[in-house]
């Protein structure tokens, strides 16, 4: 299965948005936001031979995850461009669009104090 996808070296600070139905797998060393409905679905194709909590291989999911996925394929995914928006105390980032929903970052430049009681 792996000699089938794109291998995409990532840095600190890399941001990709993959979209619903695009068959990926995550790298060691990578903090990932999942956007998404409340649902808690994953097909697996392949699962690295992995064990489950029960001592068995976890279970694949082959034709439910072809029904739903673009195998269409695409170029090599690139950094999305990112907006700052400057405003006293803050600024926020603009890090993905899509049809669906955004997702910004907020940069906070507060001071913290400690409340006496």
Request: glycine residues 6%; charged residues 25%; contains cysteine.
């Amino acid at each position: 299965m792996m000699k089938y996808l794109q291998n995409v070296p990532i840095h600190k600070d890399d941001l990709f948005f993959i979209p619903a139905g695009t068959i990926h797998a995550i790298g060691a060393g990578a903090l990932v936001a999942e956007i998404q409905e409340s649902s808690n679905l994953t097909y697996r194709l392949y699962d690295y031979d992995r064990i489950g909590k029960d001592g068995k291989k976890r279970e694949l999911h082959i034709d439910k995850a072809l029904d739903v996925a673009d195998l269409h394929g695409s170029a090599e995914p690139r950094q999305p461009l990112r907006v700052l928006k400057y405003r006293p105390g803050m600024a926020s980032e603009l890090l993905i669009r899509c049809k669906y929903f955004e997702v910004y970052r907020m940069l906070i430049n507060g001071v913290c104090q400690e409340v006496q009681r």
